[in-house]
């Protein structure tokens, strides 16, 4: 089993910053890849970024390229998100979710973090 923590989420101004992080636990053997993804009221949610948990890939979403920084700390198994100019579309629930090898598939998530950005 597999089990993610998020923390970092928070209340910030349009331009702003904030740094998520995800703690992976568990049996990190046959993870695929790390998602954070975020959802805001009343749309779909969508993944922001992806980091390969075995190599330095990473995937971001249009809107947030050039803002967004996903990063990973092997020694710490935490996966990182640097939010940067903060805008108030960025607002919702972020996710970390994991993949495994076999399917791809996210299997495993955490609780979730709330990020609000006020204009």
């Known amino acids: 089993q597999v089990q993610l923590v998020e923390s970092g989420g928070g209340s910030v101004q349009t331009g702003g910053s904030l740094r998520l992080s995800c703690v992976v636990t568990?049996?990190?053997?046959?993870?695929?890849?790390i998602g954070w993804f975020r959802q805001a009221p009343g749309k779909q949610r969508e993944v922001a970024a992806a980091?390969?948990?075995?190599?330095?890939?990473?995937y971001y979403l249009d809107s947030v390229k050039g803002r967004f920084t996903i990063s990973k700390d092997t020694g710490k198994n935490t996966v990182y998100l640097q939010m940067n100019r903060l805008k108030p579309e960025d607002t919702g629930i972020y996710s970390c979710?994991?993949?495994?090898?076999?399917?791809?598939?996210?299997?495993?998530w955490g609780q979730g973090t709330q990020v609000t950005v006020s204009s």
């Open positions: 568990g049996i990190t053997s046959n993870l695929f890849g």
């Open positions: 980091h390969n948990w075995r190599n330095t890939d990473t």
């Open positions: 979710a994991a993949s495994n090898i076999s399917t791809h598939q996210y299997a495993y």
